[in-house]
């Protein structure tokens, strides 16, 4: 039985292009699904079985950037950049508000149940 959630070496041996009909999920939408499959294996099948469990990946995905985007521009605004001409200050600074902002991302979006 093929699992495209988590297949198997011998399944990916027998099936190379398994997860060909895998939609692209984006890096929050995979992280969702490995919280799932580590904490609520029951659910990450639930949702497997229902067909949804792709949409609803998806759907992480895209709430997750949006508000990285969001996060990011408050941040920038309540803490502007270094006046300087500094490379690694500015870059420092990017880090930071990436960091932050994804952070409270995967706090109050990716690790949640759904």
């Known amino acids: ?27 929050y939408g995979r992280m969702f699904q490995e919280y799932l499959k580590e904490n609520y294996p029951g659910r990450i099948t639930e949702l497997a079985l229902e067909t949804t469990l792709w949409d609803i990946c998806a759907e992480v ?17 309540q803490n502007p950049p270094p006046k300087t001409d500094n490379f690694l200050e500015k870059v420092q600074y990017t880090s930071w508000l990436r960091d932050t902002a994804e952070e409270i991302v995967l706090r109050e979006i ?3 149940y759904r």
């Open 1 to 27: 039985m093929e699992n495209i959630i988590n297949p198997t070496a011998e399944e990916l041996e027998q099936n190379p292009n398994i997860n060909d009909d895998a939609p692209n999920i984006g890096k």
């Open 61 to 77: 995905n895209d709430e997750a950037l949006e508000m990285m985007w969001t996060l990011q521009e408050q941040l920038r605004t």
């Open 110 to 112: 990716v690790y949640k």
